[in-house]
């Protein structure tokens, strides 16, 4: 029961780790997308689909990729390029949050 124990703490603690660090992901790409676009933190939500609201247009979405491989170290490739990787912060946070997962550097 000892081992049991401890081997689920350390389970539900790795959990808790990457649930922190996919939090601290889309704090960072929320703060990106509120100062980029100028907009209040109280109109865009995580599930806001920030083209379609004409938050960012192309040229943002360049910086948004930029801003993604400076702060995480992530490359998004032309194939990568679609509308649901970046449609809202919700998909962008799971996309970075899989890159890492696939290449953690």
Known sequence: NYIESRIFRYFIKKRLFMLEFEEN????????????????????????????LGLLNSMGLLYLIDFIKVEFDVDVTDNE???????????ITSFVNNKLKKNPN
């Open 25 to 52: 992901i889309k704090v960072k790409i929320r703060q990106h997308i509120f100062k980029a676009t100028l907009s209040d933190g109280d109109i865009i939500k995580d599930e806001s689909l920030i083209f379609e």
């Open 81 to 91: 390029l679609i509308k649901e990787n970046f449609e809202c912060i919700n998909n």
